[in-house]
């Protein structure tokens, strides 16, 4: 059984009693891991914030094509100035939000946690089905809905959602990250599945070594394309190696 | 771990997430 809440876990069946709770202990204290997992949450929801509200101030502004800047044409509809620096906050959102992603990563993959593909994608996806609705549903001036927004919002609604309620019900392959029990032990830590929910096919490419596929289960099978482990040099899967 | 610790590390994490929301809202605020 494993037990979530926020980055902990409960010991991994495969560790002993004894060596689980040392583990345990030793990620309590993991201050370092638990400080990029909380930074790096905090930049991430606020990329995808910023995301959010850049998006919805682009909608609300109703301006569907405008140009700014020096250029050798004349601009016809010139961009407002809250537009354009909506349109400039949505790349910075989207790097921002990546790099603390990647802080975010750091600190999962030291004390285990909801994947970050995980929050950045149903984030994604999720937050900005609600705008595209809204303003498809939008009659404005013409009197008409948006179609084009409200044939993306459902699709996006299903991508963000649709994930995010499987990896809370599944935790385990690309949606949830377990804590490698202990980093001295996992490296000759057995590889075989003990039918727990977390031991079956994880992808994080520090846990242990993953375990055959499951069928029903989500996660990169071992040795195929998406296993981190796999190398363009080497495009064997580990698990044939002699 | 005790059931203390798996509670501060759910509130902290509630609390980054939510710090992250209040913080884009200031930075829209400022540059919107």
Known sequence: MTFVVGGTTSPRPEAG????????????????GHLALFVGLAGLVTGLALLYIS???????????????PQPYVVANPCPDDVLR???LIPAAVVGGLVFAGVYAVGVSRVGGVSPWLVGWSGLFGSLAVPFWRYGLDFGSSGEANV????????????????????GINREGLFYAPAPASRPATSGASATPSGGPGSAGPAWPTGPAPGPRVPG??????????DPRRTPA???PPATRP | VTVAAKLLVAVLTLAAAASGVLLANAIAGAVL
């Open chain 1, 234 to 236: 080497d495009p064997r």
């Open chain 1, 55 to 69: 998006v919805d101030h682009l909608l609300a502004s109703g301006v569907t094509s405008c140009a700014s800047g």
């Open chain 1, 17 to 32: 009693p004894a060596g689980g709770g040392r583990a345990q202990v030793g990620r309590a204290r993991d201050v370092l």
């Open chain 1, 217 to 226: 289960r989500i996660g990169p099978r071992p040795g195929g394309i998406l």
């Open chain 1, 86 to 88: 909506a349109s400039l």
């Open chain 1, 148 to 167: 084009g927004l409200l044939v993306v919002a459902p699709i996006f609604a299903a991508m963000g959602f649709g994930p995010l309620l499987y990896g």
